[in-house]
């Protein structure tokens, strides 16, 4: 079920009722509690992909208490390499199967050789890329013993499909959220309101931000063709901030709905569209899975130590397979190419770990270069982005050749230009609100806190209203089948 | 936890009050509908066509109250509405090949149509009576009459009544759209829709229980869309003019107008409403059995 659904609206109170209730009961009893409900959340989808995660939760619960055992290293390793097939085979085949069929078929056309396999109808497992590098921490960790793994199979179960964060991250480490699952959990207020507000900024983001922002650029992606090169700028930015508000707004509603029922999730997104450089958009874009890559890929390869060969082809590496686990096109891998190249000279000339701090941390304002720094880098973020939205590459090409044209500067021929430009102001408005709680966990963290709390009532409502007024669809979050 | 509850119960008194207030004056409201066409004794009603091609202010005393993308069964329910309260004695109506595509069965359905469709119907629906032939989305329904009753007060629920409406706009570019919209649904070629076929016949029943003189109207498209529409649809439309061969017909599909004169491959422009309404008003005028 989607968050911004009225299955999830009834969804969410009922299981926040029953959970707090048994909270009286044993541990297990609340763990089995929110074991059930994970299931229950994920087969509203479809039932029959339970089955999936169900054996990927057996298997790695079964290596993980394998390698609790065996000291053996080669034993260990087999053991590894069986939770890693088995995770990645699933993945591979319900997200690759057809993409490499269809390129070996184009490939052996290239040559004068036609074949015709069957591509299959297979439909991507919700969730899937999420869930299988969150069991894969797990089995990793404990084979590198940074992690004593589990006997208890319930907690691990919900470990591995704990709903708020299930089918769209953030991709939890064992080390982190598996503890949670050991000890009882006690309601604390400031966390449930915490929750509460997190969860609206995350509603506010996904359907007043992204939902409208996707309105123009399907249209204008999908209709490149007939539209001008200001039209097409203007679609590259309403996809820029349509995945940041949907994804990040789902990463905001994940982690809200955690904190309700006492759990902290790590945070995916802080503020990227600030940052002053690449190296500093990839430390606060999608960061679970950034570090994720960085941990289990990038560091392993040897990271950026050693030659800068080494460096070049670690990079290389980390960033295209980040760009193939979010989808099977050319375009991901292209898009990945594209941040490695962005990243290579920061890396080079070792100016990748600038910036760790947020922009304008102790000023209001940002200063001129910062400011020029951050138009930069939002630029060649606004110009990757052209490639991951595109249908396929020629499409890519196509779009990016249309913006440089002499319709460059003409009015968008966008239709509705009127709502476009309230899309516009709300993006202004938004933006500013980033800005100003840029410094906490998510910008209306702290926002409003020291106001009447009446006045802070009337700002929710407001947002309440706007979730409302512009619901009514229910748009897929872009990584709702990744 | 209590005290947690509490506040909660607090934060949404006051929305929950403001919701039952305007529930309540737009349930009042819808209540209380009623459609004024003024002194109206001509209507133009249908969907996107006679909206673009047929100008009310050539003809005397005429309202277009076409609204874009209308199949017939909301045109039906529109005019009963309309009729309960007035009285005009012709009628205008858009008829053309794609009115009796089926992809006017997914308008309940669609999400590209289904939402302003429940818009502009939920005073006057009858679902009732279609629903075991066409698929009606009704959790987008009901969805949209919450965003209709809750917001603020909305006086006016007829969002049925259309009007006439056009640019000088030209371009014949997007040929291959406006062809798969309405003759090719989900990569197959579109049908027959029984059901527009049915309330087109409502339609002339109603205007005949009503002693309102109906016209059959279908605007200039041009070639390089006529030359697309199936046979099997052109067929159909011919067979239903014989049918209705008793009513006034005024079959323009086939007629070209210069292609300045088209919105675009199916729809007039300003220009070409012109030149094709006061053609209807001088046609009109020399038919015998219309005066």
């Keep these: ?482 | 936890m209590k005290l947690f509850i509490r506040r909660l119960f607090v934060f949404f008194v006051f929305p929950i009050i403001y919701i039952i207030i305007n529930s309540i004056i737009n349930y009042y409201y819808f209540q209380n509908i009623k459609v004024n066409i003024g002194t109206k004794n001509m209507l133009i009603a249908g969907d996107s066509h006679p909206k673009r091609a047929i100008n009310p202010v050539y003809f005397k005393n005429a309202k277009n109250i076409s609204q874009y993308a209308e199949p017939y069964v909301l045109t039906y329910w529109k005019l009963k509405e309309i009729l309960k309260y007035n009285k005009f004695d012709t009628l205008l109506l858009g008829f053309s090949p794609h009115n009796i595509s089926n992809f006017n069965d997914y308008k309940f359905y669609d999400p590209k149509w289904s939402g302003e469709m429940f818009k502009r119907s939920y005073p006057i629906e009858e679902f009732n009576k279609i629903d075991n032939q066409i698929e009606i989305d009704y959790k987008k329904y009901y969805n949209i009459i919450m965003r209709q009753f809750i917001f603020y007060p909305i006086k006016n629920h007829n969002n049925f009544i259309g009007s006439y409406s056009n640019s000088k706009k030209s371009s014949l570019d997007n040929l291959k759209g406006a062809v798969k919209r309405h003759y090719f649904w989900k990569n197959n070629t579109a049908s027959i829709s029984k059901i527009s076929v049915s309330y087109l016949d409502s339609i002339i029943n109603l205007c005949g229980r009503n002693k309102i003189k109906i016209i059959l109207v279908s605007s200039p498209v041009h070639e390089s869309y006529l030359n697309k529409i199936p046979l099997k649809i052109l067929s159909k439309y011919k067979s239903l003019k014989n049918i209705y061969n008793n009513h006034i017909i005024i079959d323009q599909l086939k007629t070209q107008y210069p292609d300045t004169f088209y919105r675009n491959p199916d729809h007039l422009n300003k220009y070409g409403a012109n030149k094709f309404s006061k053609y209807l008003y001088n046609t009109l005028n020399k038919k015998k059995d219309y005066n």
């Design chain 1, 1 to 482: 079920m989607l968050f911004n659904s009225i299955d999830f609206a009834i969804f969410l109170p009922i299981v926040f009722i029953i959970y707090w209730y048994l909270n009286s009961k044993k541990l297990y009893i609340q763990n089995l509690f929110v074991l059930i409900a994970s299931y229950i959340f994920y087969g509203w989808w479809d039932w029959r992909f339970l089955s999936l995660i169900i054996f990927s939760t057996i298997v790695d619960f079964y290596v993980g208490k394998k390698l609790k055992l065996e000291e053996n290293k080669t034993k260990r390793k087999i053991l590894l390499l069986t939770s890693v097939l088995i995770n990645l085979g699933f993945l591979g085949f319900f997200k690759y199967y057809n993409f490499f069929v269809d390129n070996f078929v184009a490939a052996f056309s290239f040559f004068g050789h036609e074949i015709n396999p069957n591509s299959l109808n297979i439909v991507l497992p919700v969730g899937i890329s999420f869930y299988t590098f969150q069991t894969l921490s797990y089995t990793i960790d404990v084979y590198k013993k940074n992690l004593k793994p589990t006997d208890n199979f319930i907690a691990f179960s919900a470990f591995v499909s704990f709903f708020p964060q299930l089918v769209a991250g953030p991709i939890e480490r064992a080390t982190n959220l598996l503890p949670q699952f050991y000890k009882k959990r006690s309601f604390d207020y400031q966390k449930a309101v915490d929750g509460l507000r997190q969860i609206l900024w995350g509603l506010f983001k996904k359907i007043v931000i992204a939902d409208n922002c996707a309105l123009f650029a399907n249209q204008i992606f999908n209709n490149s063709s007939d539209m001008n090169g200001s039209a097409l700028i203007l679609g590259a930015i309403f996809f820029t901030f349509q995945i940041y508000g949907d994804f990040s707004g789902y990463s905001d509603i994940a982690i809200g709905t955690s904190r309700l029922f006492g759990f902290d999730l790590m945070k995916n997104f802080a503020f990227p569209y600030f940052s002053r450089n690449i190296a500093e958009f990839w430390r606060r874009w999608h960061i679970s899975l950034s570090t994720w890559f960085r941990d289990y890929v990038y560091i392993p390869l040897g990271g950026s130590r050693g030659n800068n060969f080494k460096k070049v082809r670690n990079t290389f590496i980390i960033f295209i397979v980040s760009g193939f686990w979010h989808g099977a096109n050319w375009t991901f891998i292209i898009w990945g190419l594209l941040n490695a190249i962005y990243f290579l000279p920061l890396l080079l000339t070792k100016n990748n770990r600038n910036f760790l701090d947020i922009v304008a941390k102790d000023s209001r304002f940002p200063s001129l270069y910062e400011f020029t720094l951050m138009f930069l880098t939002f630029g060649l973020t606004v110009f990757a982005w052209i490639f991951f939205r595109a249908e396929n590459v020629r499409h890519a090409f196509s779009y990016i050749s249309g913006i440089f044209s002499k319709t460059l500067f003409d009015i968008p021929n966008i239709l509705n230009i009127k709502s476009a430009l309230v899309s516009i102001i709300l993006i202004v408005l938004f933006i500013i609100l980033e800005w100003l709680g840029r410094r906490e966990e998510f910008a209306i963290a702290k926002i409003g806190l020291k106001w009447y709390r009446p006045v802070r009532y009337v700002f929710y409502y407001l947002m309440i209203f706007a979730i409302f007024w512009y619901g009514g669809k229910e748009q897929e979050f872009i990584y709702f089948q990744f």
